[in-house]
DNA sequence: GATGATAGGCTATCGACGATAGGTCTTCAA
DNA sequence: TTGAAGACCTATCGTCGATAGCCTATCATC
């Protein structure tokens, strides 16, 4: 049925082609790069990129999916090194929107998609083939989720909402900024602490007794 | 193969883009529709389409506009009718996310754009041509920042800050319901209650005395 | 050595896309 | 009656992602 790929995933040639594809997506942003100028930085043929990768989009996912997990190390250095829970839920919002606004392509890649999904295939349904920039990205906010876990100190049922509400409001002010940067927005600074005084807010009025 | 064609009068045809675009995108996704299949399913062909809209992205650029000017007339409409500010306020909050849930497309084009944006050039900046979505987003908005404003009864210079916060939640999970569509949430109705009920607390937290 | 598998290139080309050029037909006011 | 304007057409452009098919260097095995 579907042949995956041509030729094996390995190989230098591989690792340039992502180096240059992650500098030019830099310089130009990820929706106007095409293979054909990344075959030419590279100083290849642009039919040869399709012996490293199945398609054009599978550069673009597999940076995105280094990306994340970079933030996840950086996660869980940080979970690991701040005790406190409420710092830590600071220190892990507060470097979850700096890390979008740092690398806004791979933050839209992996949350702001083009196209749409595909529903789920039967029972097959897997996460790292099907979104593998999403799946990526919650590897990253776990980190988060167990944080507001520990805070709340049991589980009543109210965990996922609470959690998902609170990853909304981290997304939504990191979605907003990348993506309507000449929006007359109040001082960045501001807006990223106002955010995390309102999940704590919130996350202490939804403590377990 | 050329039946005699009845032309139709300025401006009907015009609607009628919009109308079969609009059906198009519902069924397939605004992404994947293309000039042609627009063309074919109006019933002229596709350079024709560029008599009536100067690019391809100015058909998804004015239903966009269409759409959000639909919200802020029930916005208006709700404000006039609901008179206690906190009701208000849950009150927009819920038709703002719902209406992006109805209108995914709209909602992605406006708050989820693809390209990115181009610095303002100049001083002839006009965010109504620059981006229109966002534009008209904004004026549906508006009302919900008005009754933020009611509800805290004063200026301190916080009031953009607090604002836009609220705007960052509520869009933040806007946005996830409809790019991680497949991601396993909590009932879609708690999620909503549990960001309004955020949005109150915070608000309450931030009251002038 | 010769051989054959394989990795990694290449050129040529495909179909679809958005967009433009330039001509034709119809309408309508002067 | 005529001529400008508008709406439509066909033909075509350049670019895109992707495929087909061939060539070459390497290297283990005979």
Redesign the pocket.
């Given at each position: 049925m579907n042949e995956p790929i041509r030729?094996?995933r390995?190989?230098e040639?591989r690792e340039q082609i992502l180096d240059v594809a992650l500098r030019l997506f830099g310089e130009r942003g990820a929706g106007s790069v095409?293979?054909?100028?990344i075959a030419q930085a590279v100083?290849?043929?642009?039919?040869?990129l399709?012996?490293?990768f199945a398609?054009?989009?599978a550069i673009a996912d597999e940076l995105c999916v280094r990306a994340f997990d970079v933030l996840h190390t950086r996660f869980e250095a940080m979970a690991a090194a701040v005790t406190d829970p409420w710092d830590r839920l600071d220190a892990l919002g507060r470097a979850y929107i700096e890390f979008g606004l740092e690398h806004p392509d791979m933050y839209r890649i992996a949350f702001m998609p083009t196209r749409q999904m595909q529903p789920p295939q039967g029972m097959t349904f897997d996460l790292e083939t099907t979104d593998p920039g999403l799946a990526a990205g919650l590897r990253a906010f776990a980190s988060l989720r167990d944080t507001i876990a520990t805070i709340r100190g049991g589980d009543d049922g109210e965990g996922p909402v609470i959690a998902q509400t609170i990853w909304a409001l981290v997304h939504g002010l990191t979605s907003l900024l990348i993506s309507k940067p000449y929006f007359p927005w109040a001082q960045r600074e501001r807006l990223i602490a106002e955010v995390l005084i309102m999940a704590r807010v919130h996350l202490a009025s939804r403590r377990i007794a």
């Open positions: 030729r094996a390995t190989g040639r095409t293979t054909r100028q100083g290849i043929s642009q039919p040869s399709y012996a490293h398609t054009a989009d």
